[in-house]
């Protein structure tokens, strides 16, 4: 959203505000709350503060007030409108979870920063559910000359699986069992609420053995290329 407020002194003779391309309902909401702008040549800060509040409508591309044989004119451009949202390809969500997710909401203005945002919380809950090579694609089809129509297509790929878990220690033992504890959690989806069990079940083994001051560190997931599985590694240090 771009605010420009822009003045051109020409003179100083007083007539009642002007608008070109602001809503009626916007004008009269502008004028009701900044009645100066019809009855003199208004403060400047009070035009720019008119200006700022008509911006936050998020009705219009752009806002200008000019000042033009003593009257102020406030020039704005409408914004281009979402009028229906739908998404195509989604399976490990609903449509209205990803509606929900996305935060985009149908007759607001079109945005394209909105858009890319919707999209960053969009992946973020696929890779929470573990998949991490979810592809998107934003179909913006209009409908009438300032509205569109937005399609979401997603491209959900395989979940990321736990194909291997590897233990380091000098207790060659203890990585075996370890190992034989941990097992179950092969081929489950790498979220966190698996990788929590984990390390919960890697705790309650030490602390059966009776090692109860260890270091435990997880290093950062090796993937294939496909990202469809994993290998996780933890060192245990002074077993």
């Known amino acids: 959203m771009r605010l420009i407020f822009c003045l051109i002194l020409f003179t100083v003779n007083a007539r009642a505000a002007s608008f070109e391309g602001v809503s009626e309902v916007d ?8 009645p100066t702008l019809n009855l003199d040549l208004p403060d400047y800060s009070i035009v720019d503060m008119a200006v700022a509040r008509i911006s936050e409508t998020n009705n219009y591309e752009f806002v200008k007030a000019i000042l033009n044989s003593g009257s102020i004119h406030f020039l704005a451009k409408p914004a281009k409108k979402i009028s229906a949202i739908s998404f195509t390809g989604n399976k490990a969500f609903s449509s209205s979870e990803l509606l929900k997710i996305s935060k985009l909401v149908a007759n607001t203005s079109f945005s394209k920063e909105e858009i890319s945002l919707a999209i960053k919380r969009l992946k973020k809950a696929y890779i929470n559910k573990s998949y991490l090579n979810t592809l998107f694609t934003v179909d913006a089809i209009t409908q009438e ?3 569109f129509k937005l399609n979401i297509n997603i491209k959900e790929n395989k979940v990321c699986r736990i194909k291997k878990i590897n233990f380091i220690s000098d207790n060659e033992n203890l990585n075996k069992s370890l190992q034989l504890k941990v097992k179950k959690y092969l081929k489950d989806p790498l979220t966190e609420k698996i990788l929590v069990k984990i390390n919960n079940n890697i705790n ?7 090692f ?3 270091d435990i560190e997880s290093s950062t997931p090796k993937y294939n290329k496909r990202k469809d599985w994993a290998e996780i590694t933890y060192k245990i240090k002074n077993p």
């Open 145 to 147: 000359e300032m509205a």
């Open 27 to 34: 004008q009269k909401y502008i004028l009701k709350q900044f």
């Open 204 to 210: 309650d083994h030490l602390k059966s053995k009776q």
């Open 212 to 214: 109860y001051f260890v």
